[in-house]
């Protein structure tokens, strides 16, 4: 780059990113615009690394997690990324299938999804339960909250570490953060963290932990009573814009790949993912690019793409003012 100014540096980015970094074709957009709205929340954003970059602290930054950002992103390293690396931060989400309402939690994307009564959703990264400790899935409530709670280790966390105390006490040392939001199944509850890092992996003893500032925001706003769907979706499909848009995210062994080496092996789609597709689709599975489809299922980056064309989207001003304002 010897030579360019950064903002010629942008600029060559910005006229290649359309094809070079989402790969997709002619007359396909390369992301879905903003939106708040009945299938997809958020926006699809960019970061230019410099030599200061760690993806860790980018993550915490955009509410995202670091998996999430390793599969969008595959092969670059979290921690020292390195200067002037284009990443594609994965802030675009289609709504998972589960009942708009409550809190839902997406276990196969990290993610959690809280529905208002005034039509507002919101979504945080969270992690979960890892291997031995999974996260339950099914319906349950919010049946209590507490402020800088008390953690009482259960059995089957003192039998992992017995090291543990029987009370951990509000502070800097108790992994329930300053809120904790309990569910209607015993020991498990939606809560802080003292371990930042935590968020968005597999981590946990079962329980469901944000980044402590998103968590202060969404305890005072989930009333008890507020339903809780846990799911397990990695293949999601929704109509957005006039056009039809796939997300699908790694399965638990790439997840595990992604924390070892921030790349993940290819395997055969889910078995039921196409019937699943063609369902969603209706009517307009003729217009699907199957091609396209077959991609995402093994590439598993985890961030809408359009999967129809029913009308020409080609490079525009539009698309590059949304890039510009993605950069940071």
């Known amino acids: ?117 005034d039509g507002e959703v919101v979504t945080h990264a969270i992690g979960i339960g890892r291997d031995g400790f999974e996260t339950p899935k099914g319906r349950t409530r919010i049946v209590r909250k507490r402020k800088n709670p008390t953690w009482y280790p259960g059995r089957e966390a003192r039998r992992a570490n017995p090291e543990l105390p029987r009370v951990v006490p509000p502070g800097p040392d108790n992994p329930l953060g300053t809120r904790a939001l309990y569910l209607g199944w015993p020991s498990y509850i939606i809560h802080g963290t003292n371990n930042p890092y935590g968020v968005g992996r597999r981590v946990s003893l079962g329980c469901i932990r944000l980044y402590p500032e998103r968590i202060e925001a969404l305890y005072d706003r989930i009333p008890i009573g507020t339903p809780v769907t846990v799911l397990e979706q990695r293949v999601k499909v929704a109509e957005y814009a006039g056009e039809l848009w796939l ?55 985890g961030y809408p793409v359009q999967i129809t064309n029913s009308r020409e989207h080609g490079p525009d001003d539009r698309l590059a003012a949304r890039l510009v304002s993605g950069l940071y």
């Open 1 to 117: 780059m010897t030579g360019w100014t950064r903002r010629q540096c942008l600029t060559g980015l910005l006229a290649g990113a359309a094809g070079w970094s989402l790969g997709m074709r002619r007359g396909v957009r390369a992301d879905p615009p903003p939106f708040n709205g009945p299938a997809l929340v958020g926006r699809i954003e960019y970061l230019l690394t410099d030599r200061e970059t760690i993806l860790h602290e980018v993550a915490r930054r955009h509410d995202l997690g670091i998996l999430e950002i390793s599969a969008a992103n595959p092969g670059i390293d979290p921690w020292v990324p390195g200067p002037e690396r284009l990443v594609l931060l994965p802030k675009a989400h289609l709504l998972p299938d589960a009942p708009r309402e409550g809190i839902v939690v997406n276990l196969a994307e990290l993610r959690l999804y809280a529905f208002f009564p």
């Open 247 to 301: 997300e699908v995210h790694p399965d638990l062994e790439q997840l595990d790949e992604l924390e070892a080496s921030y790349t993940l092996t290819a395997k055969p789609p889910p078995a039921d993912a196409y019937a699943y597709i063609r369902e969603k689709a209706g009517a307009r599975a003729g217009e699907v690019d199957w091609y396209r489809v077959d991609a995402e299922l093994v590439a598993c980056r």
